[in-house]
């Protein structure tokens, strides 16, 4: 417990130090409410903060699976309550609501209940934009050192990991990785901002825009589609660093490390960004038929269609136009935010090769019911998958299943209608929030956020938590054998 109450102290005072965003936005902006208030739980959390660690920094019990997957179980909603205090007091919202939009945020899923942004302080749309860059950041974290390590949901395991920090050098290389991802979290952030300002997009909407974008968060500060205030080129930029957020970081590493071998053996990440430019050209030509062939040419159509495909495929779910995503059949809508981007990224979803493997391995059972003594062992991307990898997958389909089930009775129950209920589950357990409400009659829209019931945001918040943490880390803690046992 100790080792848990300690990693959260860091966790919040990274939290405090993020609050620097909307402190100078709220002095920028002559907004004295929002400056006080920020300052004022800054400054309470953080000395709440170093306290803890102050106390606790000398211990020395090694953090075991079970800590690290209660961190990651818990870390998202404590994070959540301290964060829905600003947006508690300045967008005059109950308590419940803030905390759901700050969830939203930091799981990056990008649900709102706030109805007209125009009305609300620029300090608490900061703030939520920060919330959602930092909650990318610690889903980065999260997977490469704790969910990828214990192999989660079949997750391609690494050799470092969070557990591993019982001595010295350990420590050291844990530490060195954690500032490895945020610096390179960081460089990317500031090259999408660089290109938005080239693009003649204003500083303020820069940052904001940029680290939503590589974060894949999807809040944006404007009511309004994207292609009202950001330019064509700067529109190709979100789409550059949209594929940017929903690609392995791993891959990125590959790239940057010149590692040619291990680059031509991967896969996912080739066919995710192959099927954002088929899903593009798709889209474009739809975007031209719903407009009557008006647009000004085809490059604008497949432009603004390859903006939506890498919207949807990364689970931003950036509206890039007032047709959004409704020009695809809802089946297909459903479909592809289910699936969401790649592993070891912020995209949500089940991810691409997780859907890649259960192809591989129908096709090898087809093939082994025409060959029984046949030796055919499954080989994707350049390595052996064994039997517990593939069950790792196996369990974690089964888990979404269930979720998405139970998220759906709930949303039924308390009176939404099916189709809704189904996509806005879908949304909340891939964290591509946007979509929702993307129907395919944009005149029958469904019913706004602020319309559920307690109940319904609930199952939706819970849901946002077991889509960000891969479900099974949460099915795991809830282990009771283990619980009698201790």
């Known amino acids: 417990m100790p080792t848990i109450v300690l990693h959260l102290a860091f966790l919040t005072a990274g939290l405090c130090g993020l609050m620097v965003f909307p402190v ?33 920094r000398g211990i020395t019990v090694p953090a075991r ?24 007091f300045l967008a005059e919202m109950p308590f419940a609501e803030a905390v759901f939009e700050a969830l939203s945020a930091l799981t990056t899923t990008g649900f709102t209940l706030i109805g007209n942004l125009d009305a609300v302080p620029a300090s608490v749309l900061s703030w939520r934009t920060g919330l959602q860059w930092y909650g990318g950041f610690l889903a980065l974290l999260a997977v490469t050192l704790i969910l990828a390590p214990l192999a989660i949901g079949g997750l391609p395991q690494r050799r470092l990991s969070f557990m591993d920090d019982s001595d010295r050098s350990r420590q050291f290389r844990l530490t060195s990785q954690i500032r490895l991802i945020g610096m390179a979290y960081l460089a990317t952030t500031l090259a999408c901002v660089l290109w938005l300002l080239f693009s003649s997009v204003s500083p303020f909407d820069a940052v904001n825009l940029s680290m939503a974008t590589v974060s894949t968060g999807g809040m944006t500060i404007y009511d309004r589609p994207i292609d009202t205030y950001v330019p064509p080129v700067g529109q190709i930029g979100l789409i550059v660093f949209m594929i940017i957020g929903g690609t392995s970081i791993i891959w990125q590493g590959m790239i940057l490390r010149g590692d040619r071998e291990q680059l031509i053996r991967h896969r996912e990440s080739y066919y995710g960004i192959g099927l954002i430019v088929l899903l593009g050209l798709v889209i474009g030509e739809l975007y031209n038929v ?50 969401g981007g790649c592993a070891m990224s912020t995209a949500g979803g089940l991810k691409l090769f997780r859907i890649g493997i259960l192809s591989a391995q129908a096709v090898r059972e087809l093939s082994l019911s025409l060959f029984p003594h046949g030796v055919d ?3 994707v991307g350049g390595r052996r998958w064994e039997r517990y990898a593939l069950q790792g997958i196996y369990a974690m389909v089964l888990a979404f299943a269930l979720a998405l089930a139970l998220t759906v009775a709930v949303l039924s129950y308390q009176g939404l209608a099916f189709e809704p209920s189904l996509i806005a589950a879908i949304a909340a357990l891939s964290n591509a929030g946007p979509v929702y409400g993307a129907g395919p009659d944009a005149g029958q829209p469904w019913p706004a956020l602020t319309a559920l019931p307690p109940a319904s945001l609930a199952a939706l918040s819970a849901a946002m938590v077991l889509g960000r943490i891969e479900l099974l880390a949460m099915f795991s803690i809830l282990n009771f054998a283990y619980w009698r046992s201790r």
């Open 24 to 56: 100078l936005t709220a002095m920028s902006r002559g907004e004295s409410p929002g400056l006080a208030v920020f300052l004022s739980v800054a400054l309470v959390a953080a000395g709440i903060s170093f306290a803890l660690i102050a106390a606790l």
């Open 65 to 88: 699976r079970v800590h690290a997957l209660s961190l990651v179980c818990i870390a998202w909603p404590v994070l959540a309550v301290i964060a829905a205090i600003p947006i508690w």
């Open 290 to 339: 719903a407009s009557d062939r008006t647009l000004p040419d085809l490059l604008t159509a497949m432009r603004e269609g390859i903006f939506a495909a890498a919207s949807l495929v990364s689970t931003t779910g950036y509206h890039v136009r007032e047709e959004s995503f409704s020009v695809l059949p809802v089946g297909v809508l459903f479909a592809l935010v289910l699936i």
């Open 377 to 379: 062992p499954l080989a």
